[in-house]
């Protein structure tokens, strides 16, 4: 089954203890993207990789780092995660950027204490 | 920048229609759209591309006016699974999506 997979569903952390949010997708995207999302804000894009070992910066991307060694692994890294990071977080994945469907994974709630 | 939609939310009974609008303040090459239901990952409805034609999924519908950077959501015959949040996405040229803040359609009996 096509799909994009998140770990963990839900996380209570307390600030400053680094976290990963893994991604995987079985899919052979090309195009994988991290976003957060808060009420009335919607969707914002917080990195994305072309591909392995390309990645830039989407439109909140401060206090967030990730990595693209694989092409179906996209792991988001909090370093050193504040109260403001608590959000709900998705991985979504592409074949291309701007022509094709997105397809979402289930979501990560979490919460920094 | 982040599309602007409207109206940010709506109810509906059951066999009404409605329109989810989206603009952008930037030339497009594409807009998406997708349905987010309360507690799950949004799903894909369609893609719009620049010079393509009107496309349609069931009974909801889109349109994708590119002079005026704007694109509408139609959906008809509203049923109660149609309730959820709908989320636009623009692309200006070759460019990644950026989603806009959502509305929220209720569908009631």
């Known amino acids: 089954e096509a799909q994009v997979t998140q770990n963990p569903r839900y996380l209570i952390t307390v600030t400053g203890k680094k976290l990963t949010v893994t991604c995987s997708q079985n899919?052979?995207?090309?195009?994988m993207s991290w976003y957060r999302q808060d009420p009335g804000l919607g969707l914002r894009q917080i990195y994305y990789?072309?591909?392995?070992?390309?990645?830039d910066k989407g439109d909140v991307p401060e206090g967030y780092k990730v990595s693209r060694k694989e092409k179906r692994n996209f792991p988001l890294i909090l370093e050193s995660p504040s109260p403001n990071q608590t959000s709900l977080y998705f991985c979504?994945?592409?074949?291309?950027?701007?022509?094709?469907?997105?397809?979402f994974g289930p979501g990560t709630r979490l919460t920094v204490l | 920048q982040q599309p602007v939609q409207s109206p940010q939310a709506v109810i509906l009974r059951e066999g009404e229609d409605a329109v989810i609008n989206c603009s952008s303040s930037?030339?497009?090459?594409?807009v998406h759209w997708y349905r987010q239901k309360h507690g799950e990952a949004p799903v894909f409805l369609m893609i719009?591309?620049?010079?393509?034609e009107q496309k349609g999924h069931e009974k909801i519908s889109a349109s994708f006016n590119e002079k005026k950077q704007q694109s509408s959501l139609y959906l008809t015959a509203s049923q109660l699974s149609y309730s959820g949040t709908y989320f636009c996405?623009?692309?200006?040229?070759?460019?990644?999506?950026?989603f806009g803040t959502g509305t929220k359609l209720q569908v009631i009996p």
């Open positions: 930037k030339a497009l090459y594409s």
């Open positions: 990789s072309m591909n392995v070992e390309v990645t």
């Open positions: 719009l591309l620049k010079g393509g």
């Open positions: 996405g623009t692309v200006p040229g070759y460019q990644k999506v950026t």
């Open positions: 899919m052979n995207h090309e195009y």
């Open positions: 979504a994945s592409s074949l291309w950027q701007d022509t094709d469907t997105q397809y």
